[in-house]
């Protein structure tokens, strides 16, 4: 079975912009464990949907995400990028020491 995990690779790259925005394409490949040609193609579809911006720097590209567009998926469009990008910079919970809350009840 294959492997899969909860953050798509949009959300890797977008959220390893957000922490390193004079990446280069070929590191944010390399941290999202994605090919080079599949970062310069998701890199091209979240300036298209103006998640992001890039402006030439010297021979770079420094990136400007949007915060304050909603998430694409209709059952979270009340949510802005700005606020999936704030929970993903949070240092790891040492459980032991502190139990997350969730803000829903779960039966």
Known sequence: ?????????????LGYIARNPRSTARVIAQAAGIT?????KIIAE??????????R????????INLN???RHPSYD???????????ARKKV????EQMK????IP
């Open 1 to 13: 079975m294959a492997k899969w995990t909860f953050i798509t690779n949009q959300g890797l790259v």
């Open 36 to 40: 080079e040609r599949t970062t310069h």
């Open 46 to 55: 979240l300036e298209e949907a103006g998640y992001i911006s890039r402006k």
């Open 57 to 64: 720097v010297g021979r770079k590209n420094q990136y400007q």
């Open 69 to 71: 567009l909603p998430l």
């Open 78 to 88: 009340e949510v802005m990028v700005g606020e999936l990008l704030q929970v993903l």
């Open 94 to 97: 040492d459980p032991a020491k």
């Open 102 to 105: 969730l803000p829903i009840s």
